[in-house]
């Protein structure tokens, strides 16, 4: 699958219709934005069972806002609609294929259980 476009339109429904979603947040200007962008879509084209999306910060200031966009490149994975992963910096493809199976491997019991002690 190719990488959608995420804007504030759709973002929500991405994140909540998704079984698991990535999230590359990137600008035209960024040079490691344009380093990872080769590796990010080698990945959305190798796992056709993941969603993969991108936002430019650029075009989309208010939602870069809203998830707390520090630095660019930064990825994010959603799993089940939860955040899972948050990490500035672009990845090597090797790590980002040990980020992609960890997510998959999640327990996600576990994590709701964790999230409510958390927040009990």
Known sequence: MATIELTSDNFEASVQE????FVDFWASWCGPC????PTY???SEAHPDITFGSVNTEEQQE???AA???SIPTLM???DG???FAQPGAL???AFDKVIAGVQGLDMDDVRRQIAEQQG
């Open 34 to 37: 344009r380093q990872f962008a």
């Open 41 to 43: 879509e080698a990945a």
């Open 18 to 21: 998704s079984d698991i979603l």
């Open 82 to 84: 939860i955040l899972v």
């Open 92 to 94: 090597p493809p090797a």
């Open 77 to 79: 994975a959603f799993r």
């Open 63 to 65: 939602l870069a806002s």
């Open 68 to 70: 707390e966009i520090t």
